[in-house]
């Protein structure tokens, strides 16, 4: 089995947002996605792109992705890479790939000077936390995300 990653390309496109979607109804969160996919192309692929995309494939058939952005720390004074998503297909689980996502992403963080690799796990999702800690990831218990969206996003930035 040839395992490979490749930066996506704006062909990929139907193929990222199937992945989203497929990751959205493995974490019970299908409910949530309402992308349009032209506004999805324009934000990853755009005059202005806001985040990275990786294709993770077996044997030349696409299996997984990552999506990724930068983030920076003010404590280490470099940037960081923030992980969105990462999904690999149920029937490629146990193949490597996911490792090998993570992997290129930590090579990714090294290439560029990040000072970190971070992402959120559902609480839930025991075999994931379980994974991602044989890798070395440490669980971040003393932090909560936040989050303002929807009308009360709207609502904050019309009290300017």
């Known amino acids: 089995m040839t395992l490979s990653i490749r930066p996506a390309t704006p062909d990929d496109l139907p193929l990222i947002a199937q992945f989203i979607r ?3 109804d493995y974490e019970k969160l299908a409910h949530e996605v309402r992308f349009d996919e032209a ?12 985040a990275e995309v ?3 494939e077996l044997d030349g ?5 990552a999506l990724f952005f930068h983030n920076f720390s003010t404590f280490e004074g470099r940037p960081g890479i923030y992980l969105e998503d990462l999904f690999v297909r149920p ?3 146990g193949s490597g790939l996911g490792k090998a996502l993570l992997i ?17 796990v559902l ?11 044989s890798l070395g990831a440490r669980m971040m218990d003393e932090w909560t995300v936040m ?14």
Do not use: M
């Open 22 to 24: 497929d990751l959205a």
């Open 54 to 56: 990786v294709i993770g």
């Open 147 to 160: 989050r303002v969206d929807g009308d009360a996003l709207t609502s904050l930035a019309a009290s300017a």
């Open 123 to 133: 609480d839930w999702n025991a075999p994931a936390i379980g994974f991602y800690q």
């Open 104 to 120: 290129h992403l930590a090579a990714l963080c090294t290439e560029r000077d990040c000072a970190r690799l971070e992402w959120s």
């Open 61 to 65: 058939a696409p299996q997984g992705f």
């Open 91 to 93: 029937e490629a689980r």
């Open 39 to 50: 506004t999805l192309g324009e934000k990853l692929f755009g005059a202005r792109p806001y």
